[in-house]
C-alpha cells in the first residue's frame, strides 16, 4: 500500500545542507564580482588593475562567505542540539507528561484523543524514536539530520569561486575592455536563474530575467560610482 502510494510522485530533498549556500554562494560571486569589476573599470583602463580588483576579489568573497556559512550553521547547529538535548532530559526525568504531551499535539493535528494516546504510548516505548518524534514535532528538526557546517562551508567557497570567477576570466585571457566581461557575466546571468528555476516553482525565463537585472543594476550603479570617483581623479 504505501509503494502504492508513493508510486505517483517524488519529492526533492529539502532539507539538505548544500543547496542554499551553493545557490547563494554562486550568484552573490557571480553578481559582486561582475559589480566590483565594472566599478573598478569604470575608474580605470588598466587591465592588470581590473583583473588584480577581480582576483582580491574572488578570493576574499570566497574566504569570506565560507566562513560565513561555517560558523552560521555551526551555530545554528549547536543551538538545535542545546535543545534536543533538554528534550533528551525531559524524555528521562518526566516520561509520562511528554507522553500526554504528544498525544496532545496528535489529537490537535484532529486525531481521536484515544488514538493519539495510544500512538504515542507506542512511539515512547521506544527512547530513540519518541526523541526524534518529539524533536520533529516540537522543533522541527531530527537529531540525525542536523546541517553540516563543513559542508555548508566548501559548497559556499567553491560556488562563490566558480561564479566570480566568470567576468573575471576575459580579463585573464588578456581581453581589454568591460564588453566581453559584461556579456560573459549577463549570460551567465540568466542561466544561472534559469538553472534555479529546476528547484523552485518559478519560470526558467522569470528566474532568469530576475537574476540577470538584479546583476545588471548592481553593475550599472557601481561602474557609475567607479566612473565618477576615476573622474574626479581621487
Known amino acids: 500500500m504505501s509503494d502504492r502510494a508513493e508510486a505517483h510522485h517524488q519529492h526533492r ?32 583602463a588598466n587591465t592588470r588593475v581590473i583583473a ?10 570566497a574566504l569570506s562567505m565560507a566562513g560565513g556559512e561555517y560558523v552560521s550553521v555551526a551555530s545554528q547547529r549547536e543551538l538545535a542540539q542545546a535543545e534536543i538535548a533538554v528534550e533528551r532530559r ?3 526525568r518526566h516520561p509520562d507528561d511528554e507522553r500526554a504531551e504528544l498525544a496532545q499535539s496528535f489529537a490537535d493535528k484532529g ?68 564588453a566581453v566581461s559584461a556579456v560573459v557575466s549577463c549570460v551567465a546571468l540568466f542561466a544561472a536563474g534559469a538553472v534555479v528555476s529546476a528547484v523552485t516553482a518559478r519560470s526558467w525565463w522569470y528566474s532568469g530575467l530576475r537574476q ?22 581621487l
Open 13 to 44: 530533498d529539502v532539507t539538505g545542507g548544500w543547496l542554499r549556500p551553493s545557490v547563494f554562494g554562486a550568484m552573490d560571486g557571480l553578481v559582486s564580482n561582475f559589480a566590483l569589476i565594472a566599478g573598478v573599470a569604470g575608474g580605470t
Open 52 to 61: 588584480l580588483g577581480g582576483v582580491a576579489g574572488l578570493a576574499a568573497g
Open 90 to 92: 525531559e524524555l528521562a
Open 111 to 178: 486525531v481521536a484523543p484515544d488514538l493519539a494516546a495510544e500512538v504515542a504510548r507506542q512511539i515512547s516505548e521506544n527512547p530513540d524514536r519518541a526523541l526524534e518524534v518529539h524533536t520533529r514535532t516540537e522543533l522541527g528538526v531530527s537529531p540525525g539530520e542536523l546541517p553540516s557546517p563543513m559542508l555548508a562551508a566548501v559548497s559556499s567557497l567553491l560556488s562563490f569561486a566558480v561564479g566570480a570567477a566568470l567576468p573575471l576570466l576575459p580579463y585573464l585571457f588578456g581581453v581589454s575592455g568591460l
Open 212 to 233: 540577470l537585472t538584479v546583476g545588471a543594476v548592481a553593475a550599472g550603479v557601481t561602474f557609475a560610482v567607479g566612473n565618477l570617483i576615476g573622474a574626479a581623479g
